[in-house]
């Protein structure tokens, strides 16, 4: 599997589910009732090391709001 660099949440698109923190909440938090990326999830080695947890947030998503770019 290709290692993620970069993962970002469109805040229109999420519908508060939680499903992305339930995944991986060492990238993703609430705040406002809305998932969002982690400060430290902005650095694309953390980014890299949590590659799996991003990848099945993603695949989770029941609106496909989480992006993601890999190496």
Known sequence: MAEVTN???QADDCISCEQCVTECDAVFEMADDKAVVKPEAKNPA????????????AESCPSEAIKYETA
């Open 46 to 57: 953390f980014c890299k090391s949590n590659s799996d947890g991003i990848v099945a947030a």
């Open 7 to 9: 993962v970002t949440i």
